[in-house]
Each structure stands twice: as structure tokens, then as C-alpha cells.
């Protein structure tokens, strides 16, 4: 079993995927969606808000009028569109939100503590979780079906609800509960990168008992990778792989090793 999940940033492919993924079995994709969510966002005047925690964490503030613009672009339009495109190249793929099934999810939390102009503050009245229950049996009846899950948040609340995750810590989570072998995580940057404005900085390996230490290099959205990487292999995963998107053949290079690879 192998997870592979693609990001959801301008520049990342899913055209470059869809040739590796005809000659895969035994797959589960998990995808982003925060570049349409921010087109979306701009047209609907409903700007996108994003809080950075006290460890450096950026996020998505979700009020429940972001989560609703959120469900139109993740599960409406990414979500549609990649499943249409895979159907179309002969992957029996199936669309799934978090929520159809109860595949994901978690505790919606109370407050959140961000930093913003130097200063500690609490917000309340964000929709947000981590998922900490998967529908592996729901996933499973699927691929013993032949169906190719394709999944993306939102997830639903442990008590009622639909609560914004985030994708690369979701998919660690499928692939620990699924016990995959492999973890493939593809975005718009090459893996970690020791300068983030230089690719050929490239960190080609990380000894799992490694990874705190190399989370200084990560910036921005990588953050929450290395996170999940970290979360993927403490979950049992044996190999966590960061890679482009923007390649041919993006999965089979970094499955030959491509990228950044925790094992």
C-alpha cells in the first residue's frame, strides 16, 4: 500500500501524475486544494486569512464562511477535476471528502494561539482539526473493489460537523492507519531544501531519528510536510518521500529517490 499526496499550490502539476498513477495498484491519492481556495476566496470577497503559531505554523484561519468557500474548492472543483482527468486516462478513481463515511476524522479544537504583529493572541470560532480516526475499512472495501480513493478534506468533527485539516498531516494519517509502506508527499519544491531560494541545496536523505533536527530548514508550508513526514514515520511508515510535482513522471522519480527521503 502506498499514499502518495499532492499539493494544492500554483505551480504543482497534476498532469505531470496522471501517467505514473496508470501503471500504480494499490494506491490511495490525498490532495490539496489552497490555490483555488484563495481564487475562490478573492471572488467571493471573503479574502483568505492566514495565522502563523507561536511555533511557526501557518494555517488557514477557517471562519464557517471560509469552510464553506473551502468545501467548493476542495471537494467541488480539485477534487471533481482530478477524479474526471483520471477516469478519463482509465483510473477507476473515486472522490471522497473526509467527511462521506466518516472516512477522517477529529476534535475540533476550542481556540487556537497565533502571533500576529509580535504579540500572543487566542482566536475562537475556527473550524479546524487534526484527524485522529480513519474509516480504514472504508478504504479498504475500496481497493479491494479496484477503486482508486481520491481524498481531501474537509474532515468531520468527532461531534458533528465539517472542520478544515491539514492535507499533508491528513495523508500521514491514512498512510499510518492504512500501514503503508511509503508515504510520497509532492508539492512545487524539489524536498527540503537547506536554503529555501537555492534548489540545489537539496537534503537527499534524513535518518528518521533525524527529523527535528532538519525542521530548521523547513519554511512556510514545508513546515507542516516535515510534520507530517515525521508523524507518517512515527506511525509506523517506513519511508517518507518529499518531492516535485513539476517533473515527468513525478512519482517514479521519487520513488527512485528524487527528492528528499526519510526513512
Do not use: C, W
Request: proline share 4%.
Amino acid at each position: 500500500m502506498m499514499v502518495v499526496k499532492i499539493g494544492g499550490a500554483v505551480g504543482t502539476g497534476f498532469e505531470n501524475l496522471v501517467e505514473d498513477l496508470k501503471d500504480m495498484d494499490d494506491l490511495i491519492l490525498v490532495h490539496g486544494g489552497s490555490h483555488e481556495m484563495n481564487i475562490l476566496s478573492e471572488r467571493l470577497d471573503n479574502p483568505p486569512r492566514f495565522v502563523t503559531s507561536p511555533s511557526g505554523h501557518v494555517s488557514r484561519f477557517t471562519d464557517r464562511d471560509t469552510l464553506e468557500n473551502l468545501m467548493m474548492a476542495y471537494s467541488g472543483k480539485v477534487n471533481k477535476t482530478m477524479v474526471e482527468t483520471m477516469r478519463l486516462n482509465g483510473i477507476n478513481a473515486l472522490g471522497l471528502t473526509g467527511m462521506d463515511g466518516g472516512l477522517l476524522k477529529g476534535k475540533k479544537k476550542d481556540t487556537i494561539r497565533i502571533v500576529e504583529n509580535g504579540k500572543k493572541k487566542v482566536l475562537r470560532g475556527d473550524n479546524t482539526g487534526r484527524v485522529d480516526h480513519v474509516n480504514t475499512g472504508l478504504l479498504r472495501l475500496l481497493a479491494d473493489n479496484g477503486y482508486v480513493p481520491v481524498i481531501t478534506i474537509p474532515i468531520e468533527a468527532t461531534v458533528g460537523g465539517a472542520l478544515n485539516a491539514d492535507a499533508d498531516r491528513a495523508a500521514a494519517a491514512v498512510a499510518s492507519a492504512m500501514e503503508a509502506d511509503t508515504l510520497v508527499i509532492l508539492s512545487n519544491v524539489p524536498g527540503l531544501l537547506r536554503d529555501m531560494n537555492d534548489p540545489d541545496s537539496l537534503i537527499p536523505t534524513i535518518p528518521k531519528n533525524h527529523i527535528e533536527e532538519h525542521m530548521e530548514f523547513a519554511q512556510g508550508r514545508m513546515k507542516k510536510k516535515v510534520l507530517g513526514a515525521r508523524e507518517a514515520i512515527d506511525g509506523g511508515v517506513a519511508r517518507v518521500i518529499l518531492a516535485s510535482a513539476n517533473v515527468d513522471r513525478p512519482l517514479s522519480r521519487a520513488l527512485k529517490g528524487e527528492g528528499t527521503v526519510i526513512s
